[in-house]
Every structure is written in C-alpha cells, then in structure tokens.
C-alpha cells in the first residue's frame, strides 16, 4: 500500500490486535473504519489498569505548557528505558 | 560524541606533558596517582586530558583567536567568579607546545590553542534522579542576569548556539543527504526563522551557547561545598538567552525529559530571576528547540551514516520530532537561509 500523503510505502502494524499502516517516508499513520475507535478503547482500558499513582510529596503540579509539535504526553508510558538512555545523551554536546 | 581528530595523534600526549608541567611546573616530581592522570576527551572540537587536580584542554584547531581571547577572560572575570569555572595559568614554558604569550594565557599545541582549568567531577551518568537540574537552571539564569563586562582584552562574539545547529544540518548535508530521514530533518529545519538565527539588537545577553548536563562540574577547589559550576566558554558570548534553555526544552517536547523534571528546571530558572522567557516559556523557547531538534536529529543521521549503524532508539525519537515540526510552521517569516 501506497501512502496517500508522500506516496511512500506503507508498512503494516499490529497494536494491541489493531492493524495500522504507517508510512516510511512521513511516518503519517492510516486508520481502517473503526479502529481509532478500538484503540480509544484500548487506551481507556489501560488507564482503567494502571496501578494507582504512589502519593506525592507535594499537591500535584499541572503538565507544563508544551509546544504544538511537542509529543503526546502519556504520564508514564516513556518509563525507565527510554529516560534512562536519553539522560546519558544529554551529557554530551550534540 | 564529535569526529577524532585522526591526523593528531599526538595531541593526546603533548596535553599530558603541557598538564603534567601546569600541576608540577617542568622538572618537579610528581606523586599523583595513575587513575587521575587521563584523557577525559579527545575530539576534533576539543581535546582534554586531566592531571590530578587540573586539566588541559587542546580547543579546536579553527578556534577564531580573538573570540577566544574575550571568552576566557570573560570565564576569569570576577562577575562570573560564582558561575564559571576559571582558568588557571599556563606553565611558563609548556614542554611540546609555543610558549606562553604576553598575557599569559597563549599557548598552543598542534595549532590548537590551549587553556588549563581545575578539574571537576562530572554529572554522574548513572544516576539521573540526583542530577542537579535546579542548579543547572540557577546558574544559567545568573549567567543571563549579569551585564556582559566592559573591560575585556577582545569584544566577545556572539554565543555560537545558532551556528552549531546550522553546521548540523551542513554536516548531514555533506555526509548524509541519501539518508531516508534526511529530508524531514530539512523540512524540520525550513520551519526555522532566518532571522532567529541571527543575533537582534535586544540579545545582548550573557550567554553559554552550548548547554546541556555533560557542561556542569563540581569545583573540588571548595572542598566542603563543592558547588556546582558551569565550564566550556567555547560557544559563550552575546545573545538570546532562550538558547541556553533550548536543549531541555528540546528533550522535553520530543517526550525525552519527564515533564516534572522539566517543570523543576524551568521553575528554579524562574524563581532565579532567569530573563530568558515570559509567561507563555514557548513563545520564546519554540524556535530555539526547534533549531536543537533539528541539530540533535541532523548529527545523528550524520554520524550513524558515518558508523554505518541504524539510528538508535533515541535518535529515532528526534526524527519523529522533526516530523511533527515539519507538519507545523511557525508564523510566516523568511525561512531559514540555508
């Protein structure tokens, strides 16, 4: 499959048992009938099972301000491994 | 991590001695342990080898030496003695490298110039929960708060931060323009104003140009406080102090840095007094990360192709960034010259 956008290769995914196709090229991301429904869902079940949050040492802080381009921000999901390998980069000069 | 230095080799070696004779002075004897004498970097944009308690440091061989002249006067001048750490004098007469200059701070080995500076610890990488990123943040916000010095022996430049992010995106150009992610990095880069790029009237600020954790040592010379300081004076100089914040900023949008940690950086600069940003950080922090994304993104396309490696998982990461910057313009403004 072709992407709409960029005409680069599709590839498909599995997520949860959804199939996605991204695009190689833009990374744009195509959705069959249905299925951004399902993975509202799946999103809505997984915040359902997520333990409950340890208590805070101080009265929870609003997400900061971020820009438009900025990632979605998931409280928790980038755990451990990817915090840990970005913070050894900001270490060094890029 | 920058390219080696291949044709030096001995540059290394020629720092060790220079160090040996800056801790001793040329002749002495010398009883510091072996783990304290190494090479802590050895890059085409800066060498530095440690001797006990100072190090050496070899600059980059196309170092502009008047810059570099106002820039280490301004890392000695007494305004910035509780933010910089300071140079120390060279040895009279560095063995393997041009002697000591009039003002006692030219010496240069392999055609690099060369400074000494007192060692430090560094941010220990294994343990991100201690490090200090509220210090970090005061310590640039007093950088920014301090009136640039008047009486030093160059002008000083502007701070280089800008440049470094045109020079990526030169480098991947040059190195990697096939690379599949390529293209997004300069779509990313096409959404930069030309004109942030450049130095405004207004931006005549002290600034670092080049700040990230790796920039951030302990000064052992205080040895019961041991407070934080900031080092590497190479890309500091006038302007817009919202580029020293543009890496963490950069971090955070891309989902790298916790937003409660970035919360705590910001917080601490603000409560210091930091001018870098107003109410809303991204209406001053959206180009400056911006330009750090693309530098980060545009470099690791550059050196993967020169390692001949897939991206990582991090620098994965950025390119996605650079594709949500590209499908997102800043208002209408002259693009990007390059």
């Known amino acids: 499959m072709q992407c709409p956008k960029c005409h680069a290769a599709m590839h498909t995914y599995n997520r949860n048992g959804v199939q996605i196709e991204q695009c190689s090229g833009c990374r744009g991301i195509f959705l069959d009938y249905g299925e951004l429904e399902a993975l509202t869902r799946l999103e809505s079940q997984w915040v359902q099972q997520a333990p409950p949050a340890p208590p805070a040492a101080y009265p929870a802080q609003p997400a900061p301000a971020a820009p438009a381009w900025g990632a979605p921000q998931h409280g928790g999901h980038h755990g451990g491994h990817h915090r840990q390998r970005g913070f050894g980069r900001m270490l060094f000069s890029s | ?338």
């Open chain 2, 1 to 338: 991590m920058e390219t080696a230095a291949p044709n030096q080799p001995d540059v290394p070696a020629r720092l060790a001695v220079l160090a040996r004779a800056a801790a001793h002075g040329t002749g002495r004897p010398c009883d510091c342990a072996g783990g304290l004498l190494r090479v802590l970097a050895d890059r085409a944009d800066g060498t530095v080898v440690r001797h006990g308690a100072l190090v050496a440091k070899a600059h980059a061989p196309d170092t502009d030496p008047e810059g570099h002249r106002a820039r280490l006067a301004l890392a000695a001048h007494p305004s910035v003695a509780g933010i910089f750490l300071p140079p120390l004098p060279l040895p009279l007469r560095p063995a393997g490298g041009r002697g000591t200059g009039d003002d006692g701070t030219a010496a240069e080995v392999a055609g690099r110039p060369v400074t000494v500076w007192p060692y430090g610890p560094p941010v220990d990488p294994e343990n991100p929960e201690a490090a200090p990123w509220e210090e970090a943040a005061r310590l640039l916000a007093l950088l920014h708060r301090t009136p640039p010095p008047r009486a030093l022996p160059a002008p000083l430049p502007a701070m280089r931060a800008p440049v470094k992010a045109a020079l990526a995106v030169d480098r991947m150009r040059g190195t990697a323009p096939d690379h599949p992610a390529a293209a997004t990095v300069l779509r990313a880069w096409r959404t930069v104003p030309g004109a942030r790029l450049v130095p405004a009237p207004r931006d005549r600020f002290l600034c670092h140009g080049d700040f990230h954790l790796g920039q951030l040592v302990r000064d052992a010379r205080d040895p019961v406080h041991r407070p934080w300081r900031l080092i590497d004076v190479d890309d500091a100089g006038l302007g817009d102090p919202a580029w020293d914040l543009a890496r963490p900023a950069a971090w955070f949008a891309a989902g790298l840095l916790p937003a409660d940690v970035w919360s705590r950086f910001l917080g601490a600069y603000r409560a210091a007094g930091g001018p870098a940003v107003g109410a809303d950080p991204w209406d001053r922090l959206d180009v400056p990360a911006r330009a750090l994304t693309v530098q980060t993104a545009a470099l690791a396309l550059a050196k993967s192709t020169a390692e001949g490696r897939p991206l990582d998982e991090v620098e994965e990461v950025m390119i996605d960034t650079c594709v949500r910057i590209a499908g997102n313009r800043t208002d209408p403004a002259p693009p990007a010259s390059t």
